[in-house]
């Protein structure tokens, strides 16, 4: 072999076993998750309403097709990568049962229930946060409750803790 070919063969070889993993998906095309991140809690059917962290936020209570009771829920949170899984929660300031199911999870992606905002992620569409412990408006209206979310990576993926965050809101009817 000559001496040029000498020299390259174990360039190569070495370049094979040195190459880039192929990215997760905690980092294909994001930033490596913080060891913290940030997580805000909203309602809006149509768009982001932010809930006053003061607890002055009136969030409506909607009477579903089917008969049933939610509120709209909305996340916003950074240091965390698009495969996760959110949790609502929602109970009565008094530390009551709460109104909806705690271990109901919403798995969301990229590009199915989330976006990119930033360098973070979003829901870019109304999350139902279904009241299943209440039989009628009387229930919770006029009633302050704790609103709840916690966010946290999609089994396998846990590089970071899950984010919470709570917010007490005051539960409306205007229509």
Same mark, same amino acid.
């Given at each position: 072999?000559?001496?040029?070919?000498?020299?390259?063969? %174990?360039?190569?070889?070495? /370049?094979?076993?040195?190459?880039?993993?192929?990215? @997760? $998906?905690?980092?294909? *095309?994001?930033?490596?998750? /913080? #060891? /913290?991140?940030? $997580?805000?809690?909203?309602? *809006? +059917?149509?768009?982001?309403? %932010?809930?006053? #962290?003061?607890?002055?936020?009136?969030?409506?209570?909607i009477h579903g097709p089917q008969g049933g009771y939610h509120l709209f829920g909305r996340v916003r949170y950074t240091g965390v990568g698009p495969d996760v899984y959110v949790r609502f929660r929602v109970t009565p300031v008094d530390g009551a049962? #709460?109104?909806?199911?705690?271990?109901?999870?919403?798995?969301?992606?990229?590009?199915? *229930?989330?976006?990119?905002? *930033?360098?973070?992620?979003?829901? #870019?569409?109304? +999350?139902?946060?279904?009241?299943?412990?209440? +039989?009628?408006?009387?229930?919770?209206?006029?009633?302050?409750?704790?609103?709840?979310?916690? $966010?946290? %990576?999609?089994?396998?993926?846990?590089?970071?803790?899950?984010?919470?965050? @709570?917010?007490?809101?005051?539960?409306?009817?205007?229509?």
């Amino acid at each position: 072999m000559n001496r040029p070919l000498r020299l390259l063969v %174990p360039v190569l070889l070495a /370049s094979l076993g040195c190459s880039p993993a192929p990215p @997760s $998906v905690n980092d294909a *095309g994001t930033d490596a998750p /913080s #060891p /913290s991140g940030t $997580v805000d809690l909203g309602t *809006g +059917q149509l768009s982001w309403e %932010p809930l006053d #962290p003061a607890g002055g936020t009136r969030v409506e209570l909607i009477h579903g097709p089917q008969g049933g009771y939610h509120l709209f829920g909305r996340v916003r949170y950074t240091g965390v990568g698009p495969d996760v899984y959110v949790r609502f929660r929602v109970t009565p300031v008094d530390g009551a049962s #709460p109104l909806n199911d705690p271990a109901e999870r919403i798995h969301l992606i990229e590009g199915r *229930g989330l976006a990119r905002v *930033g360098n973070g992620w979003e829901t #870019p569409n109304a +999350q139902l946060v279904v009241l299943v412990n209440i +039989q009628t408006p009387s229930a919770v209206v006029g009633r302050r409750v704790r609103f709840e979310v916690s $966010v946290a %990576p999609s089994p396998g993926l846990e590089t970071t803790p899950a984010l919470r965050v @709570s917010r007490e809101v005051l539960v409306v009817d205007d229509t």
